[in-house]
């Protein structure tokens, strides 16, 4: 059987690229080890969070699945950030792991143009440098333009629980050390990671009167731009748990028996999400860690102790797990683990996600050394729309960091590669105000529109509200209030000294559109109209700023550099520049200019040497660039 | 590149006093800033006399004004170029008039650059355009080094710390909000804020008191003890600032004084004499002596001539040994000072030079005098100025801190403004947004500091993890 795309894996990365391929009318294969997985939450069951609520709204405006899954399961859902400002908002969601994969599930059933199909696959077809398909565990072939791998961390998987280890991809599932053996042999640079996870209690063992209890917000927000509170199934709380200094004893005690702390884990694990056991140990004099107690979904009692992870051996698991108040009759139901992987260095990957040593072969999700469902979703997104561009000759995609977080954490990854596994977070992304989770829409649905990637429904719901906006943009603008208005004073809590439009007076500190609007006496009840006009009417200097200064980046990032290039004849360049270079193969001067070490010197004379070589000027970075 | 969006300005002329200093300004500004800076637009390509004058009207000299519209320039954009009077300190107030019209100071080397870019130089001279801005950032990045010389530099490094301090925590509580870091409510915040900028006036006000921009070109004076240092030290600057004593080793401190050779500002340090010691304070000052050296822009290396031609040799043997590696590195121009002079009767010490010269290859001057009495200081004086005006860098250093000077002021701005964001708004997301860009100012003084480095802060300070 031939097809234009096949995905590996269905995870988070692999059910979004089968999905964005589909849509783009690439007949696409999705291969998974077991079908009863796909879309499985491996981890803690949330969606969203700082920087990663960013990234599924974006996923969401370009058609993906991952925002409506989450309103489709969400079980708790809180704004973060509320107080802090619009920008730097996110929005999280507690899903209920059964019904989010039923929701993957489904979407990946009813899609178009999609095959699914239950087999491991051990090696890939690889011709004259270019992949032509892959061979499953059985001995069969399935041909294929591009494949995309996303096969997280099974690639060499090793779990470890206190010094017990054994070969996984995730607990319950083998590794796919056959394909890891097969890929290491080609020449990507390769490395490990490690990650971990926590025990799993019986709620029904719990008592809840200990615990600080949190309740979702009210009003309730949505993942979706399409999706509404109606969509959510029913809500559940959540509940705030304590270290004390006794869990920190028993833990300290069991450190000879941590594979993390006698060395027997060699991989690199996550700085922002440290196993208890190294948080006690880097921050010894905390007398107690916050644990997040999370309801795995609501048809059953299983609870996940976000904070927890850990890798501590069975028997000092259940006991630091007893010591906690609340949890002193506790029932694990599924030991804590940590689990080393092979990724592959990202720098050896291009723009588009496509791997730089075998045509047509895309790598995306962990594979690339990232963590988190959404991380992986949106690579995933964009592999699978690239692949397709390159199976179909379609136009290819890969936002710019002034464009989205996509970009900023593809861009980072090419770039810069990583050496632990790669969260996002609000503070790697420069255009931090013009880049907000409120805006995903407007930043992206027309870019979907033109890549085929969204529904009719969306696009109308969508220009609807761009009309809405520009209306109401411009009628704040000409609505003036008269000095001596008295609803709108007495909003003010201070006299007007002439004329004002609504435009001006919405930008005094405190003043918000609504509540002019109804001192106006104007029946605006679109709140999520009101709310775009507002912020870009109170970010205005800001939004301006930043603009200017994605304008002076714009004319390096579109500065390619040519793949062949030697840094070494450059003249000039210091040998840690030219090692950096090296490594990275940036492929644009835009790209060259964020490595660190990288001055703007080196830059200068990287242009000098490109505009010798025979003048690389100012192309567009484009689909098979 | 034919757009660039920022229009650069720099002193082309090097540093010093008479004849005529130009301020070259390239890109689609320089129309607007000619305006400002004389009245009008001046004829294109027409040189004309003209007041050049202050926002409010005050001249602040007279010169020439030349303007070159469109593509038909130096560099393919629009160019103006005043000339003005040559001084210091008149060459920095129409940079810094032009600065704020718009302008930004130009990178070392930016206006060949763009000339190159622009296809206004042919492919031949392409390795010339490489070569240049080589070197030209070698040495500005050794100016920058050397024009933060002393307290400047550990103010800059205090008030780094403390920005990035301040910003590990907001970031830290607008990417971890679970972590329980409020600080909208934490009123420590703004005493911070208050802190850091005082440190901007201070470092600002020291600048503008001409202790960092007027402090010209640094010129060290090392050598082995006993070679006459601090007595030619005494002779440039004509006080008595260092304690001169028969017995070696006595100057422990580095002493600084600013004189000013043929219209040139120079910055005069003098050293401790380097030699190998037990004595831990004077082992301290001769690690700050190094760094010196480092640091400047000429170093005198003085001898004393009248030890004769195996004494010269031995010194210098020794010297090399303490400073060599120093030697290796300073990129600055090098002069050989023969010292007293007057103790010989014939200049016994040259025979010595041809030895130390295969010995220290990159010795650029020699000169031989005798700090007692006077005798051919005339001689090094001009030996000085040249090499202070025309072989130091291609930038020159007033340009190197024309640019940190402008750097601060635009930090201190977003500091500002993001103080008053949380004052007016308690908009957290704004003092951020403030806050990275004047780090980002700050990093074109003292180097990156990347979103990973941030990062990498917070967790290392804050026990993060959900």
Known sequence: MDFDVIVVGGGHAGTEAALAASRRGASTLLLTQNIETVGQMSCNPAIGGIGKSHLVKEIDALGGAMALAADAAGIHFRVLNARKGPAVRATRAQADRALYKGAIRAFVEQAPNLRLFQQPVDDLLIEKGGVKGVVTSSGLTFHAKTVILTVGTFLGGIMHVGMQQQPGGRAGDSPSNRLAEKLRALPFRVDRLKTGTPPRIDGKTVDFSALQRQPGDTPRPVMSMMGTPADHPTQVACHIAKTSELTHDIIRAGLSRSPLYSGVIEGVGPRYCPSIEDKVVRFADRPSHQIFIEPEGLGTSELYPNGISTSLPYDVQLDLVRSIDGFGEAHITRPGYAIEYDFFDPRDLKRSLETSFVDGLYFAGQINGTTGYEEAAAQGLIAGINAAASALDLESYTPDRSEAYIGVLIDDLITLGTREPYRMFTSRAEYRLVLRQDNADRRLTEKGRALGLISEQRWTQFQRKIALIDARTEAMHAHWIQSGDPSVESLLGQALTHEYSLADLVRRPGISLRDLAEAAELMWPETEVNEQVEIDLKYEGYIVRQREEIARMQQYVNQLIPVDIDYDVIGGLSNEVRQKLNDARPETIGQASRIAGVTPAAVSLLLVHIKKLGGVRHRQVTAHA | ?466
Not at chain 2, 15 to 25: D, S, T
Not at chain 2, 47 to 72: K, N
Not at chain 2, 384 to 398: H, K, N, P, R, Y
Request: charged share 20%.
């Open chain 2, 1 to 466: 590149m034919q757009s660039s969006p920022d229009t650069i300005a720099a002193i082309a002329t090097p540093p010093g006093k008479g004849g005529i200093g130009v301020i070259r300004v390239s890109g689609t500004l320089a129309p607007s800033i000619a305006e400002a800076l004389v009245g009008h637009l001046p004829e294109p390509r027409l040189a004309t006399l003209v007041t050049f004058r202050e926002e409010d009207g005050a001249a602040i000299d007279q010169g020439l004004i030349l303007f070159f519209p469109g593509t038909a320039s130096f560099t393919g954009e629009p160019v103006l170029e005043v000339h003005g009077h040559g001084g210091v300190v008149v060459m920095d107030l129409l940079l810094q008039r032009v600065l704020s019209l718009g302008a930004r100071p130009a990178r070392a080397g930016e206006f060949t650059e763009r000339a190159f870019l622009n296809d206004k130089i042919d492919l031949a001279q392409a390795e010339a355009v490489a070569d240049l801005i080589d070197s030209v950032s070698e040495a500005s990045a050794r100016s920058a080094v050397r024009s933060l010389s002393g307290d400047f530099s550990a103010c800059l490094g205090d008030l780094t710390e403390q920005l990035i301090e301040l910003r590990v925590y907001i970031e830290a509580a607008i990417d971890f909000p679970e972590e329980e870091i409020d600080f909208l409510a934490d009123e420590s915040i703004v005493t911070r804020l208050n802190t850091i900028t005082s440190s901007l006036d201070n470092i600002r006000q020291r600048a503008s008191q001409g202790a960092v921009l007027r402090e010209g070109v640094s010129l060290a004076i090392v050598g082995p003890p006993n070679a006459g240092k601090s007595s030619l030290m005494n002779r440039l600057s004509r006080q008595d600032i260092a304690i001169v004593n028969e017995q070696a080793g006595t100057t422990r401190d580095i002493l600084r004084e600013q004189l000013v050779v043929q219209g040139i500002p120079i910055e005069l340090v003098d050293t401790a004499g380097i030699r190998s010691t037990s004595d831990a304070v004077e082992r301290e000052g001769v690690q700050r002596a190094l760094a010196e050296l480092a640091r400047a822009d000429i170093a005198l290396l003085v001898f004393d001539q009248s030890l004769g031609q195996h004494g010269v040799i031995s010194a210098m043997g020794d010297l090399l040994a303490s400073i060599g590696s120093a030697l290796e590195t300073f990129q600055g121009v090098l002069i050989l000072v023969m010292n007293k002079k007057d103790l010989v009767r014939v200049d016994t010490g040259w025979e010595a030079v041809q030895d130390i010269l295969s010995i220290c290859p990159q010795i650029n001057e020699r000169v031989s005098i005798s700090a007692a009495t006077g005798e051919g200081l005339e001689r090094l004086f001009d030996v000085i100025a040249q090499s202070a005006g025309l072989t130091t860098t291609v930038e020159g250093v007033f340009m190197a801190r024309r640019r940190h000077l402008v750097a601060l002021d635009e930090a201190s701005a977003r500091v500002r403004a993001g103080q008053a964001q949380l004052a007016v708004n308690a908009a957290g997301e704004l003092l951020a947004e403030e806050l990275r860009e004047a780090q980002r100012y700050i990093g074109e003084i003292t180097g990156d500091f990347t979103n990973d480095d941030l990062l990498g802060r917070i967790f290392s300070s804050f026990c993060i993890g959900k």
